[in-house]
């Protein structure tokens, strides 16, 4: 039988969507999801948190919660075990911010005026955003090799070895930290010392995957882009240092794949306690806006991909903050990891390419039709 009492919801307070997605189901208070206290709790029915907060029993323990979401795509912030013990029902949102992570590759290499036509890839992990490169580079027609031991029987697997001699490497394992296949310091110092010079290293997937303390010690010859960090919010200021494109753990955080996230979780929860479809959604996931940009280049080739690309979004521009963040904590001004959560907290909304147009051959002249179908896989209209 179908709820019909009003629920008591607790959310983080940077998940999107919130009233549309969830206010017709009762009342919602809102709290910072990195410090939660079970004194919060006391009184909620449903607990809706992203990455930050550690779902545990020491968090639920005597607490009438009975349904946990989770608006991001990985679990390894929710003791899943415990939650089952105690008839707890819980749900993750598995590939909502993909292609928010995927776009985020390609900015990045583009702000480090990185050509990747005709350059070699090697991803570690294959899961919802793993996979959903590995068909991107397929549409390009770029060669990729994947490194997995989930997933064997991917047609482009390799050893991981042969995975970090690749031109670029894009980290997206989950942090598992035991069983058959730990990926906790898989990217040890002696990993670290199989990039080959001139490569580009990406890591958007979790922070531990990497030992920070083994890269931060290296001399590295390769290029690092890191958006996550071991033990955040408290990164290495100087390991930032080190790195040639830092950002605050923003990967995923189009504002599309936001929305995405708590539209799964509002489905997961109407499965999980049998309750009626959101009447107040509407167009809740639309992440559309009349103050796009217009796209120009005089450009041709990769550099007028490379100008379009940063036009939508410009990662340097989340490392400039993240960079006098740190530069202010080290000079008497707010910590760094509560500086960390502000960038998450107050980051700007950043739409992702489907809902741009490339403007017309008659509009940019010099953009030849290769280009056009390129920017046409990654996502333009």
């Known amino acids: 039988m179908p709820i019909t009492t009003p629920l008591?919801?607790?959310a983080d307070e940077n998940i999107p969507g919130l009233e549309q997605w969830f206010g017709d189901l009762g009342t919602i208070v809102r709290a910072p999801g990195r410090n939660l206290s079970p004194s919060q709790l006391a009184d909620a029915d449903i607990l809706l948190v992203r990455s930050v907060t550690q779902v545990n029993e020491a968090l639920l323990a005597n607490t009438p919660v009975r349904f946990v979401g989770s608006?991001?795509?990985?679990?390894?912030?929710?003791?899943t075990h415990w939650l089952e013990q105690q008839g707890i029902a819980w749900s993750a949102a598995p590939g909502c911010n993909a292609n928010s992570v995927v776009e985020y590759v390609f900015c990045a290499l583009a702000a480090l005026d990185v050509d990747w036509r005709g350059r070699n890839f090697g991803i570690v992990g294959c899961g919802n955003v793993g996979g959903s490169l590995q068909r991107k580079l397929h549409a390009l027609n770029i060669q990729c090799k994947i490194y997995d031991p989930w997933k064997t029987d991917n047609p482009d697997s390799a050893t991981l070895e042969e995975v970090l001699q690749q031109d670029v490497i894009c980290l997206h394992a989950p942090l598992v930290k035991d069983g058959p296949h730990p990926s906790l310091h898989m990217i040890d110092g002696e990993a670290l010392d199989r990039i080959r010079p001139g490569a580009v290293l990406i890591s958007a997937g979790r922070g531990a995957v990497i030992d920070n303390h083994a890269l931060r010690e290296r001399d590295t010859s390769f290029t690092t882009v890191l958006d996550v960090w071991e033990n955040e919010p408290d990164?290495?200021?100087e390991l930032l240092e080190r790195v040639n494109l830092g950002s605050p753990h923003i990967a995923g955080y189009s504002h599309d794949g936001k929305l995405a996230g708590t539209r799964m979780i509002r489905e997961a929860l109407n499965q999980a306690l049998d309750l009626p479809v959101a009447e107040t959604a509407q167009e809740a996931s639309s992440a559309s806006s009349p103050e796009q940009p217009r796209l120009t280049t005089d450009k041709s080739g990769f550099a007028a991909m490379r100008e379009l690309l940063l036009s939508m979004y410009d990662p340097r521009q989340d490392d400039t903050r993240l960079r006098a963040a740190a530069q202010s904590a080290a000079t008497g001004g707010e910590s760094l990891p509560?500086?960390?959560?502000?960038?998450?907290?107050?980051?700007?909304?950043r739409l992702e390419f489907s809902h741009y147009t490339l403007p017309s051959?008659?509009?940019?002249?010099?953009?030849?039709?290769?280009?056009?179908?390129?920017?046409?896989?990654?996502?333009?209209?």
């Open 235 to 237: 990164m290495d200021a």
């Open 71 to 79: 608006c991001t795509i990985g679990t390894d912030h929710l003791d």
């Open 338 to 349: 509560l500086a960390f959560d502000q960038l998450r907290k107050q980051y700007p909304k």
């Open 8 to 10: 008591n919801i607790v």
């Open 361 to 381: 051959s008659a509009q940019l002249p010099n953009l030849d039709q290769a280009v056009c179908a390129q920017l046409a896989i990654l996502g333009l209209k």
